[in-house]
């Protein structure tokens, strides 16, 4: 999958999809992440469409500190993974009991 095409490979319907990722989005391994990206996906996968979630699959299979990195701003994600989703949740943030 590239981003600026991903392959949308999955015949899954749209909610179970977007269940699935949220899911993976609060369960990253650390703390930190399952915040930023949890709240991040209950925020905005309600309203993306296949492609968007492709994208944001995309971004689950990273490493969380890679995808840390590129949300703290340390590192610029590589060119391949860029997308809406992934601008996004660079411009996201968390904030305890916030929306």
């Known amino acids: 999958m590239t981003g600026n095409n991903p392959q ?30 949890g709240s991040f996906a209950e925020k905005y996968i309600g309203g993306f469409d296949r492609t968007d979630l492709a994208f944001f699959e995309e971004i689950l299979m990273n490493n969380d500190p890679d995808v840390y990195d590129w949300i703290s701003g340390r590192k610029e994600p590589s060119a391949e993974i860029s997308s809406k989703v992934l601008d996004l949740l660079l411009a996201h943030r968390f904030v305890e009991g916030g929306k």
């Not at 015949?11 to 915040?35: C, S, V, Y």
């Open 8 to 37: 949308v490979e999955t015949e899954e319907p749209i909610e179970n999809w977007r269940k699935r990722l949220t899911f993976r989005a609060w369960h990253r391994g650390t703390r930190e992440m399952d915040l930023l990206m």
